[in-house]
């Protein structure tokens, strides 16, 4: 499958990659749309193409990585670690819309065939194909176009603003910057009642704003923000602001206090500098709150990826639960997707897209990708990779020499410890099969730059049928090769026991497992079996 990937020089390839697995849980979608967050895209290119300095001021959390890695491991290591991940492609994407190709067995909500939203920047990439977990996807309702549900997410993220603001109908609200985003928020605070005034600096933003029910629009520059303010409000100022800039200044927060009535409320979105000037927030006693992406949920990877969902009756309106409200209001006809939509293009043409994107000047807001995908360019359903669960069957270790040579390993698991610690040591000394690792994108890096066979995203591919049956000593053969783990520590030993359980030779980073109970089992495995391969660890 085709996927976009972004290098941190700024470049941008259309890849062929693996076709990514279910998680566990949940679902493989083809996509059939998927939407350009403008800027949130824009910018992530443009820290890209930043030399090292720049991206130094512009990330100092990664700096502050980059030294914590220095003093545990010294500086060769640090070095080593910011060259591997300065040369490691990216995924772009956040927010797409297909349709269900495969379901994992632990999923109850999907079938075959199922039209879904999907979201999360960690899985809803720019690619033909997907693998989202099941509460980041939400179903799509009839009344409701595949090209529309594309924005379930970034829709989501101004619903989450919305619902931090709590706007009361008649409130006056300021909504600071007018991005896609902004653009959304102002959409969805209309929908709820209240008055709306629209502030960018482009003009051309002018009309989108006024499709959306903005009441008042300002344009700062050509208007004063500050006399607007007054006029609109009767000298009172607004009782709420929603910024939604993405700045290294501190003027549209300078702005907005002022802007903000006596004990007025100010909810900030985008990635914008905020110091808060003590005097005014004191003297005014502004409320700040943050919104938090699409909602309670986002960056708890219990949630999202272990499929923890929280109680309805603690947290009413979770992220998934967003992603449902939003694509009702699509339904519904209260979000004006049209109105926002400057561009669909088709998913072959992105890197041109992405070029106009990035020219100065541009005036597109939502920008939608169309996937187009042949039989001939994606394996019929029936093919398709499925999550697979793990076999509870005989497994064993041993420490002996091996009698006859390994000629081939293949590897689970491609992250940076691997690619810096232990594939630079092993390139050159033994055969590289098939490197395995949850994204695609990164698979297939791991498989160029080293010099792997082959790169997938599912570790059946490893230890199928293919690549069993490991010939023991006194069978007139060598082994065909052995498997290094080196995935997150929760994975080692059903892993191991998948490795054991092909006969293959096996190699854990360590640990080998992270309970007694799964130790004692490993050793219960090991004194049943007859002749076991190597593991080592």
């Not at 101004?158 to 991005?179: D, K, N, S, T, Y």
């Not at 967003?322 to 009702?328: G, I, Q």
Request: glycine share 8%; net charge neutral; with cysteine.
């Amino acid at each position: 499958m085709k996927q976009i990937a972004q290098y941190q020089d700024g470049r941008l390839e259309l890849q062929e990659v693996p076709t990514p697995t279910a998680p566990p849980g949940g679902v493989l979608v083809r996509t059939t749309h998927s939407v350009i967050s403008v800027g949130t895209e824009r910018m992530k290119v443009e820290q890209a193409r930043m030399n090292l300095l720049q991206k130094a001021k512009a990330r100092p959390d990664q700096v502050r990585k980059v030294l914590d890695t220095a003093r545990a491991l010294g500086w060769k290591a640090a070095l080593e670690k910011v060259r591997n991940r300065l040369e490691t492609p990216t995924p772009l994407g956040y927010s797409a819309a297909g349709v269900v190709e495969a379901v994992e067995a632990a999923n109850t909500r999907f079938r075959v065939g199922d039209r879904v939203a999907c979201g999360g920047a960690e899985c809803a990439f720019h690619a033909e194909s997907i693998a989202v977990p099941d509460l980041l996807l939400a179903k799509v309702p009839d009344g409701v176009e595949n090209w529309q549900a594309a924005y379930t997410t970034i829709a989501s993220i101004g619903l989450q603003a919305v619902r931090q603001l709590e706007p009361a109908i008649g409130e006056r609200v300021l909504v600071m910057g007018q991005g896609l985003v902004g653009l959304l928020v102002t959409n969805l605070l209309v929908a709820n009642g209240a008055r709306v005034m629209a502030v960018d600096l482009a003009p051309s933003r002018r009309s989108f704003c006024e499709d959306l029910g903005a009441e008042k629009v300002v344009i700062l520059g050509p208007q004063n923000l500050s006399d607007e303010v007054r006029a609109w409000t009767e000298g009172f100022g607004v009782d709420a602001v929603v910024l939604c800039t993405a700045t290294p200044s501190n003027t549209p927060l300078e702005q907005s206090a002022e802007a903000l009535r006596d004990r007025g409320r100010l909810v900030i979105v985008g990635n914008s500098k905020t110091e808060l000037a003590w005097k005014i927030f004191y003297e005014k006693e502004i409320e700040v709150r943050y919104s938090r992406s699409y909602g309670p949920g986002r960056y708890d990877a219990a949630y999202e990826w272990g499929g923890v969902d929280y109680p309805i009756g603690y947290v009413r309106w979770t992220e998934q639960r967003n992603f449902d409200a939003c694509l009702h209001l699509m339904k519904s006809g209260a979000l004006k997707l049209e109105a926002i939509t400057t561009r669909r293009a088709p998913f072959g043409e992105s890197l041109n897209v992405y070029q106009d994107l990035l020219a100065d000047g541009t005036k597109e807001v939502g920008v939608v990708l169309e996937y187009e995908q042949s039989s001939e360019s994606r394996a019929p359903s029936s093919e398709l990779p499925t999550a697979r669960r793990f076999p509870n069957t005989k497994l064993e270790t041993r420490n002996s020499k091996l009698s006859s040579p390994v000629t081939r390993l293949d590897v689970i698991g491609a992250g940076n410890f691997a690619r810096t610690m232990l594939l630079p040591h092993l390139q050159g000394k033994i055969s590289f099969g098939t490197v395995v690792n949850n994204t695609a994108l990164s698979a297939n890096h791991v498989k160029t730059k080293f010099g792997f066979a082959a790169a997938a995203t599912d570790d059946a591919v490893v230890f199928g049928a293919a690549n069993s049956g490991l010939v023991h000593a006194g069978s007139g053969g060598a082994a065909p090769g052995a498997v290094l783990i080196a995935t997150r520590h929760h994975l080692h030993a059903p892993l191991l026991k998948a490795a054991l359980d092909a006969n293959r030779h096996v190699f854990v980073e360590k640990p080998l497992c992270l309970t007694r109970a799964e130790l004692a089992e490993i050793d219960a495995l090991r004194a049943r079996a007859a002749d076991p391969p190597m593991l080592a660890g």
